[in-house]
């Protein structure tokens, strides 16, 4: 895959595109097929970098990973299930943060398990504490040593009582994937409840988990004594989606998504709508286009779910520097996801960020002296400029800018957005667009 791509923009994005699996919800689907006995079926699987990492770290561990002639459908044979070296983990890993997740199934399937330290994208501190006092809380012991850290389980994993600091996506992942088969009941409060969590716990309850989603972000799971393997066809991926959305609406552009639904987007499509984007649905999908005229400013705050998610924010940013008065966005997930506006304003961009929580609603980050509100002047014609991806969404948040603005741009590292944009160079000459590979 090549790292540049050169891009003339200034012209609408207008065409049509599908959507597969979520990549937040396929990669750990992936990883709970260790806990079962038996073979998995997984669909509508994108063709993404990240599938590929998660696919090798499985192989590493002795599951048989498979494509059947339907594209987008694995096999998933965790039979033979053994312990992989940490060089070799920590070699084919990479950039990706997986490794914590198949703790807890290593932990019931062999006792034991290793982690190299891990990277991801830098948004943040996304410290991996949150999982390792989990673990701890099950009855895991954490040992450090120079190549990572070596996790094992002298009496077994049993069942405990665990409240998150915050709704972290990734340690509710983790209590999900240790405790439904640890001994005894667990029960997790201040869980995150995205419906890609939903769709996993979707997953382990037909492997033959027992778990309930109750009120005030409590979840409850009665550990069993063994799992089968499921089949499972994945959700859309509803960031993706999204993604397209702001694309289509920042290039004054007509994107109908295929595969885009509407229950997991309803707080993206309020936004967009009151932006002056306009939208309609069908069964197949949803259409994005801008209708003319002036895009609206806004005051928007990211949350975790149902509230406006922090992987919506960096696109919708660059569509923002296209409506007319002044937008005000709190970033409320990660700390330092506003970092990548520092390009957008090479290319023209007026976006001022701030350490105060500017959208009316005080976050973690208030007093932490983090610049995690940004003030978006508008409108402003955006022209070409040489950028570097920063991350996965901000990567993409890149292009779209190149997109939409006048001239060429060369936008290095785009290998980042192969992480979670499947195909996305198909998608670009289905919708019109003109750039160059290389």
Same mark, same amino acid.
Request: with cysteine; charged share 25%.
């Given at each position: 895959m090549a790292d540049i791509l050169t891009v003339t923009g200034g012209s609408p994005l207008v065409g049509d595109l599908e959507v597969? !699996?979520?990549?937040?919800?396929? =990669?750990?689907?992936?990883? #709970? /097929?260790?806990? /079962? $006995? !038996?073979?998995?079926?997984?669909r509508n699987v994108p063709e993404i970098s990240d599938v590929k990492v998660v696919s090798g770290l499985l192989e590493l561990h002795g599951v048989k990973i498979d494509s059947?002639?339907?594209?987008? %459908?694995?096999?998933?044979?965790?039979?033979?299930? %053994?312990?992989? @070296?940490?060089?070799?983990?920590? #070699? @084919? /890993?990479? =950039? &990706?943060?997986?490794?914590?997740?198949?703790c807890g199934p290593l932990l019931h399937r062999l006792g034991e398990a290793f982690i190299p330290d891990l990277g991801g994208c830098r948004i943040g501190e996304r410290p991996i504490n949150y999982h390792l006092d989990v673990l701890r809380q099950f009855g895991a012991d954490v040992q450090k040593r120079p190549e990572g850290l070596r996790l094992t389980a002298p009496h077994g994993l049993h069942g405990a009582k665990v409240r998150l600091p915050f709704p972290s996506v990734g340690a509710t992942e983790q209590v999900l994937l240790t405790a439904v088969r640890a001994q005894g009941v667990t029960e997790l &409060?201040?869980?995150?409840?995205?419906?890609?969590?939903?769709?996993? *716990?979707?997953?382990?309850?037909?492997?033959?988990?027992?778990? &309930?989603? +109750?009120?005030?972000?409590?979840?409850?799971? %009665? !550990?069993?004594?063994?799992? !089968?393997?499921? +089949? @499972?066809?994945? *959700?859309?991926?509803?960031?993706?989606?999204g993604s397209w959305a702001c694309a289509a609406l920042a290039t004054r552009g007509d994107v109908y998504v295929r595969g885009a639904q509407q229950q997991p987007m309803m707080p993206f499509l309020n936004v967009f709508r009151k932006v002056g984007g306009a939208f309609t649905i069908d069964d197949e999908g949803i259409r994005f286009w801008h209708p003319g005229g002036q895009l609206r400013s806004l005051v928007l705050e990211t949350d975790v779910h149902p509230g406006f998610m922090t992987d919506w924010q960096q696109p919708l940013v660059v569509a923002l520097t296209q409506t007319s008065g002044l937008s005000i966005v709190h +970033?409320?997930?990660? +700390?330092?996801?506003?970092?990548?506006? $520092?390009?957008?304003? %090479?290319?023209?961009?007026? *976006?001022?960020?701030y350490r105060e929580c500017l959208g009316g609603s005080p976050c973690r980050f208030g007093r932490a002296n983090f610049r995690h509100s940004a003030v978006v002047s508008g409108p402003t014609p955006l022209r070409g400029a040489e950028i570097t991806v920063p991350d996965l969404r901000g990567g993409f948040s890149y292009l779209i800018a190149a997109l939409a603005a006048e001239g060429t741009s060369k936008v290095h590292g785009i290998d980042l957005i192969y992480r979670g944009y499947e195909r996305f160079s198909d998608k670009l000459d289905a919708l019109g667009a003109t750039y160059d590979v290389g």
């Open positions: 597969r !699996g979520a990549k937040n919800l396929v =990669s750990k689907a992936m990883v #709970a /097929a260790l806990l /079962a $006995e !038996g073979p998995c079926v997984l059947t002639d339907n594209d987008g %459908e694995l096999l998933l044979d965790p039979t033979n299930v %053994e312990q992989a @070296h940490v060089a070799d983990i920590d #070699a @084919h /890993a990479g =950039s &990706s943060r997986v490794p914590v997740l198949l &409060s201040n869980a995150a409840v995205e419906p890609e969590i939903i769709d996993l *716990i979707c997953v382990l309850q037909k492997m033959g988990a027992i778990i &309930s989603v +109750e009120t005030d972000r409590v979840i409850k799971i %009665e !550990g069993v004594d063994r799992l !089968g393997g499921y +089949e @499972h066809t994945a *959700i859309p991926d509803r960031i993706e989606a +970033e409320r997930v990660y +700390e330092n996801r506003l970092g990548f506006t $520092e390009a957008l304003g %090479e290319m023209g961009a007026v *976006i001022q960020l």
